[in-house]
Each structure stands twice: as structure tokens, then as C-alpha cells.
């Protein structure tokens, strides 16, 4: 693809909608995972699991977003 396709798709996708935006971008972040690993599903529910709980009973470090942001810029650097 050529810099000046790159910039016309570029162009036309600023006209759609933020919602649109948001469905084209979890379709191109897909199509950059490899394969599927259904192996995998049982162990990150429960993880997703194991995290929730520890929310509900309050043993959870929450951050904010602002908190959230300055670690990971630290990290960036």
C-alpha cells in the first residue's frame, strides 16, 4: 500500500463514527492474533474470576486512571 492510499483510508476513516471507529479497530487488532488457543479460555475466566473476587471484597488496589497513566508513562519512559 502506498503512503498516498494509506492517507486517503486514513482520510475516510475520520468520517465514520465513533462507534464504527471502535467496531474497525477491535476488527484490526483481531486480524493480528494468531490462532485462537481455546486451551487458554478456561484459565483466563478464571483469572477474570479471581480478580473480581478480590474487587467485591475490597482487597483490591483499584487505581485511577490518572494513576493508572503516570505508571505507565514511568514504565515508557
Do not use: H, Y
Not at 486517503?8 to 476513516?13: G, K, M, N
Not at 486451551?39 to 478480590?54: L, M
Not at 467485591?56 to 514504565?75: V, Y
Request: overall charge negative.
Amino acid at each position: 500500500m502506498t503512503a498516498e492510499m494509506l492517507n486517503q483510508l486514513r482520510a475516510q476513516i475520520s468520517t465514520l463514527t465513533e462507534s464504527e471507529r471502535a467496531e474497525l479497530a477491535c476488527e484490526l487488532i483481531t486480524s493480528l492474533d494468531g490462532p485462537r488457543d481455546d486451551s487458554a479460555e478456561p484459565a483466563w475466566q478464571d483469572e477474570i474470576s479471581k480478580r473480581r473476587s478480590k474487587v467485591e471484597s475490597g482487597s483490591a488496589k483499584l487505581l485511577s486512571r490518572e494513576e493508572f497513566r503516570a505508571k505507565m508513562r514511568e514504565r515508557i519512559g
